[in-house]
């Protein structure tokens, strides 16, 4: 006769003789785990011995296997009065000595006369439509009554209440495994315990007996292992497990009772009343369990996830994350890991495109899709309370198409706004838990103070960035600064040296033509010997060389001094107009070999400006010169326009052309002293200036000069834009 | 009348204008030398020139004072004023008072002679 008890007994047994084996295996050398192990061999003599006893088929063999099953029984008071003193480490105590001396008593006499402790037996149940009928001590023997009452229910009490009250001096580790204890002390003996009650003809199935192969389970476990899982699981899938075992056992019983009362002549075998039970059980199973997980959460495990981690992790660990970038991708990970979320996303809001940016993602978020989320009709729903938006699919909020295909799309259950000082920063999108519970109050409160902490965060990392931004850009302004001045004294050396080499470079290739022409008018080669001759020639040959070499030499120094030379010296009112044609006219021979178009678009009644007009005509001599120049170079553009229009206070003149541009790493450093692209020896044309790397400094001078100043506007490859801003009272000009 | 062309040549560097001097000699030119403005000013209160070449930039008396004090005695001597390419400013100045034209430098002597030929 199998019944529910013997199979749970059985079952207890196997768990028990694995859990002793292991723990010895693990730490025989520890008294702990190897009182633990003789704790869990008695239970499972205890089982195995529950086992044949209630499905034996007469009362002697009953009678024999309870006398066993209860040799493991009668220890088991003592072995846990002795393991909590040695986990509570409390050496030699008397109590243990005792306790130990009264089980084994009981045992002898158990052993000697089993009348004594197991009484008598007899088959209950039978008269139970629901159970299958087991045999059971009843009843029993005075020993029982006195190991019940003082060993079994006094020191359960005792031990439980010596593990509470020494609670707050322990360990964290062992305040940890008492909490185990605790638990398994509640489900084992509680479990256990209700096997006793049809000894005393209280007629209760002991259906609580599943529960004993569980208790050795976790404390084996608590023991065991060091770094303890949450004892919150355990409760939680243990009280979720014995809801539903309770729930499908009462579907069962009373599908079997209503079946068994209403077709009792029809139906024969009462194991066929399974089958509507099966139906029943299979349709109400998920529902039921997400039922008692609610349930659970709700009244048991508000804080199911440790909100204390959470908040010192954001204060403690991300708070410090300087780096934006890193700072995003922390937070996610970190929230997807302690809230055990399936995924989480962190956007930041981008002021110009009025958007959410998706900063960084974990979890199951799809890459490479967009990296936006709209933030149509969300500041309406979340920034104008400042609080979260908790998406409830069931509830079917009424939300903008737009918003709702981005939720689809990040999977998101809790939106929670980042603001500061009425700021937006950004939004976390927070996804489904993993273990599929819904948010609740807690949840949001935590989350709402991580964002507060997080939008601090995001504040810092964003100055940080800027304050380094802003540093660098002081250094380079430095350096720059230190160069140009560098630069600018080293110009001064070269004007003065270029001064007076150029007198010097000048009688040198005055000489030297002077020296040609002697030999060519006064001497007669043809009287020479000839290799005299061949010596004339090779004297001549090399005096040209260095006329030529010296012309050049002056072209230089020319060309130096004229670009540094930036005096204005009388401002008198000028035609713009007027000027730039000049100046197209003077370029002209530059522009011979090859095609190009420069339109003059000043106004035929722009006003006169004050200018120097030997000066400033130079500036766009300059900036034309350039622009040709870096054409021919280029082989690219053929248009170029001036421009001017006027302002209330000032001038704009746009020189504008469609060449190849300027390199952004150039654009800075155009306007520096000797920065040139160009070869100085050979672009030279026409004895004007070029390739000295002055021309453009000599443009921004003289517009210095005149109270003005340039910019430059360039795409590379595109064309560039000078733009000369003039005001219009220039200083001597008043 | 003389046949040869009689040019004063003024410059702070006796070299260069013996050089250009020399160049000049050879073709059949009276050549005089000032080394210097003051000289050149000196010169001219003595003696007059249908030309002059006359170097801008010179310490102390440049080519600007020598044109401004000499032309008004000298009206109908042709200035030659030889400047480089960094004065040209002060250069065109120098043409609104009165000289003939301007040479810039760097040029070549047998240049020079070129233009010279053409004025007489």
């Known amino acids: 006769m199998m019944n529910l008890y013997g199979i749970s007994s059985l079952f207890a047994t196997v768990t028990n003789v694995l ?14 785990c190897r009182i633990w192990a003789t704790l869990s061999f008695c239970v499972a003599i205890y089982g195995f011995g529950a086992y044949k006893a209630s499905s034996a088929s007469n009362y002697d063999l009953a009678f024999f296997w309870w006398q066993i099953s209860y040799m493991g029984v009668i220890m088991l008071p003592a072995l846990f009065t002795h393991f909590v003193y040695e986990f509570l480490e409390i050496k030699h105590a008397l109590l243990i000595k005792v306790v130990y001396l009264f089980c084994f008593s009981i045992l002898t006499i158990n052993i000697f006369n089993a009348s004594l402790f197991v009484g008598h037996v007899s088959l209950k149940f039978q008269n139970s439509s629901w159970f299958t009928p087991a045999w059971w001590i009843c009843p029993p023997g005075p020993l029982h009554i006195f190991h019940t009452l003082v060993l079994y229910a006094g020191l359960l009490i005792f031990i439980v209440t010596k593990l509470l009250r020494s609670y707050n001096g322990l360990s964290k580790l062992k305040q940890l495994q008492t909490k185990y204890f605790i638990v398994a002390i509640v489900l084992g003996f509680v479990g256990g315990g209700t096997s006793y009650l049809p000894c005393f003809n209280i007629n209760v199935y002991p259906v609580f007996n599943v529960a004993v192969p569980i208790y050795t389970l976790i404390i084996a476990y608590a023991i065991v292992r060091h770094h303890l899982m949450d004892i919150e ?11 539903l075992f309770i729930s499908f056992f009462t579907v069962f019983a009373g599908i079997t009772f209503i079946v068994s009362q209403l077709f009792e002549n029809l139906i024969s075998n009462r194991w066929i009343t399974l089958i509507p039970s099966f139906g029943i059980i299979v349709f109400v199973y998920r529902p039921l ?13 508000q804080k199911k996830y440790d909100y204390e981690k959470l908040l010192k992790t954001f204060i403690g660990e991300v708070l410090t994350v300087l780096n934006l970038q890193n700072l995003v991708k922390l937070t996610v990970t970190k929230l997807v890991e302690i809230i055990k979320l399936e995924n989480a996303c962190f956007f930041l809001f981008e002021n110009d495109k009025n ?42 909020n009424i939300l903008p198409q737009t918003m709702q295909k981005h939720i689809n799309m990040y999977k998101s259950v809790v939106l929670i706004p980042l603001m500061r000082e009425n700021e937006i920063l950004g939004m976390l999108s927070i996804g489904k838990k993993k273990s599929d519970e819904e948010f609740m109050e807690p949840d949001i409160d935590s989350l709402m103070s991580v964002a507060a902490t997080l939008s601090l965060a995001i504040k810092n990392a964003t100055y940080i960035e800027e304050l380094k931004d802003s540093h660098l850009d002081l250094l380079e302004s430095q350096k720059r600064e230190q160069r140009a001045e560098n630069l600018a004294s080293l110009g001064y050396m070269v004007t003065n040296l270029s001064h007076e080499l150029r007198n010097p470079v000048h009688v040198i290739s005055a000489s030297v033509e002077d020296l040609l022409d002697v030999i060519d008018m006064d001497m007669e080669i043809d009287k020479l010997s000839p290799k005299d001759q061949e010596t004339m020639t090779y004297i001549k040959s090399k005096l040209e060389k260095t006329l030529e070499r010296s012309d050049k030499t002056h072209v230089m120094l020319e060309s130096i001094l004229n670009a540094i030379k930036v005096t204005p010296e009388k401002f008198v009112d000028t035609n713009l107009r007027e000027m730039i044609d000049e100046v197209i006219t003077r370029v002209a021979p530059y522009t011979k070999d090859i095609k190009i178009t420069i339109t003059n678009n000043v106004g ?126 220039t200083k001597q000009g008043v | 009348m ?106 070549r002597v047998r240049d020079i002679y070129a233009i010279l030929e053409k004025l007489y």
Not at chain 2, 30 to 48: E, P
């Open chain 1, 604 to 729: 035929k009644n722009f006003p006169l400006i004050k200018v120097d007009p030997v000066t400033f005509e130079q500036v766009f001599v300059n900036l034309i010169t350039n622009a040709i120049q870096a054409f021919q170079v280029a082989q690219k553009g053929d248009k170029m326009s001036v421009s001017a229009v006027e302002e209330k206070d000032v001038y704009h003149i746009m020189l504008e052309d469609n060449g190849p541009g300027i390199p952004a790493k150039d654009i800075k450093r155009i306007f520096e002293p000797f920065y040139t692209t160009k070869d100085n020896l050979h672009v030279y044309k026409n004895g004007k200036n070029s390739g000295t790397g002055l021309g453009l400094m000599i443009v921004q001078q003289t517009i210095g000069k005149h109270n003005g100043s340039i910019r430059v506007e360039s795409v590379e490859g595109k064309g560039t834009t000078f733009i000369i801003e003039l005001p219009k009272s």
């Open chain 1, 289 to 301: 369990e997400n039922f008692l997980i609610n349930v659970t959460d709700k009244y048991l495990f």
């Open chain 1, 233 to 243: 699981v355990i409760v939680k899938k243990t009280v979720i497990f014995a809801g």
């Open chain 1, 355 to 396: 958007a959410f940016r998706l900063a960084a993602s974990a979890g199951n978020i799809k890459n490479g899709e967009s990296k936006w989320f709209n933030s149509e009709g969300l500041q309406k729903l979340i920034f104008s309370k400042n609080s979260c938006l908790v998406i409830d699919s069931s509830k079917g």
């Open chain 1, 19 to 32: 859990v002793a084996v292991f723990i010895l295996l693990k730490g025989y050398r520890k008294n702990l």
């Open chain 2, 2 to 107: 003389d046949t040869k062309k009689r040019l004063l040549i003024v410059d702070d560097e006796a070299d260069a204008c013996e050089s250009v001097g020399n160049f000049l000699k050879r073709r059949d030119y009276d050549i005089t030398v000032a080394i210097g403005g003051r000289a050149a000013i000196d010169t001219l209160k003595q003696d007059t020139f249908p030309v002059v070449l006359l170097d801008l930039k010179m310490p102390v008396i440049d080519g600007w004072t020598v044109l401004k004090e000499t032309k008004p005695d000298h009206p109908e001597t042709k200035y030659l004023i030889v400047s480089g390419l960094a004065d040209a400013g002060v250069a065109e100045k120098c043409k609104a008072a009165g000289a003939h034209d301007l040479i810039v430098k760097p040029i």
